[in-house]
T-cell receptor
Framework: GQNIDQPTEMTATEGAIVQINCTYQTSGFNGLFWYQQHAGEAPTFLSYNVLDGLEEKGRFSSFLSRSKGYSYLLLKELQMKDSASYLCAALDSNYQLIWGAGTKLIIKP | IAGITQAPTSQILAAGRRMTLRCTQDMRHNAMYWYRQDLGLGLRLIHY???????GKGEVPDGYSVSRANTDDFPLTLASAVPSQTSVYFC????????????FGPGTRLTVL
């Protein structure tokens, strides 16, 4: 079956760095997405990786290893507004998104 | 309208009633999607449409139907609601390319009693 695993919840301190991991098992693979979702709001796009390596976008970076079925989202210089759920989603061979349950990130002052 | 809108914002519905959730986008996106989001589970695709006039079934289509008469609108209908359809429903749209970003509406919180 197809499966996306990511931690349910993480806690970090304002100003610090946090890494949110995601492992995936899909029938075929056409890329990996990260979305941010604040409580009670819609998911919003953060990043897309299809090739191995690190993609940096301001305070946020996303990494992909296709051979390991692994990705992570790295958030630097954490701010209180980064408190949200982070959703990992893999694009399978039919170009349909398979979503993880999300990682709730709690930022403490 | 800017982006993608959904209506209603929330609804409480008696079991057995028929309900249509509305979704409209003004980005001229070809593809549109309906998801449900339940606590502890990932977003699950209900139905999708790659272009006006076509629709397809997602992971959890039973009990739901959709239509795509034009580019902008993609309503989701529950013919006879059941309590297990209590969820938050998100509509999304995208350009339709295989790896495009999906843009989400604000969601509809539906409770079926």
């Amino acid at each position: 079956g197809q499966n996306i695993d990511q931690p349910t919840e993480m806690t970090a301190t304002e100003g610090a760095i946090v890494q949110i991991n995601c492992t995936y098992q899909t029938s075929g693979f056409n890329g990996l997405f990260w979305y941010q979702q604040h409580a009670g709001e819609a998911p919003t796009f953060l990043s897309y990786n299809v090739l191995d390596g690190l993609e940096e976008k301001g305070r946020f970076s996303s990494f992909l290893s296709r051979s390991k079925g692994y990705s992570y989202l790295l958030l630097k210089e954490l701010q209180m507004k980064d408190s949200a759920s982070y959703l990992c989603a893999a694009l399978d061979s039919n170009y349909q998104l398979i979503w993880g349950a999300g990682t709730k990130l709690i930022i403490k002052p | 309208i800017a982006g993608i809108t959904q209506a209603p914002t929330s609804q409480i519905l008696a079991a057995g009633r028929r309900m249509t959730l509305r979704c409209t986008q003004d980005m001229r996106h070809n593809a549109m999607y309906w998801y449900r989001q339940d606590l502890g589970l990932g977003l699950r695709l209900i139905h999708y449409s790659n272009t006006a006039g076509t629709t397809g079934k997602g992971e959890v289509p039973d009990g739901y139907s959709v239509s795509r008469a034009n580019t902008d609108d993609f309503p989701l209908t529950l013919a006879s609601a059941v309590p297990s359809q209590t969820s938050v429903y998100f509509c999304a749209s995208g350009s339709g390319s295989s790896t495009d970003t999906q843009y989400f509406g604000p969601g509809t919180r539906l409770t079926v009693l």
